[in-house]
């Protein structure tokens, strides 16, 4: 499955899923928080998979909620 917001690997029995969002100090927006949630789900149901490391790219694991979208989501 192509992600837009992370990137996914598998080395040995462990599933490492990298929040791709430098830009934005890899905060999470809608479709972060899906894309994460469906990766840990199909990591869950891969029997090959024995842990799952989650990893940010660039210089910051995650800033938390990406609030510019805030706004419009509270509305």
């Not at 192509?2 to 996914?8: H, Q």
């Not at 199909?42 to 694991?61: L, M, P, Q």
């Not at 909620?65 to 509270?74: G, I, L, P, Q």
């Amino acid at each position: 499955m192509g992600f837009e917001t992370i990137l996914v690997e598998q080395i040995g029995r462990v599933g490492i899923i990298t929040l791709n969002r430098p830009d934005f100090l890899n905060a999470f927006n809608e479709d972060l928080n899906r894309e994460l949630r469906l990766q840990i789900r199909d990591f869950n149901n891969d029997s090959t998979i024995g842990s799952i490391v989650i990893t940010g790219a660039g210089r910051a694991f995650s800033a938390g909620a990406d609030v510019s979208n805030f706004e419009a989501t509270v509305k």
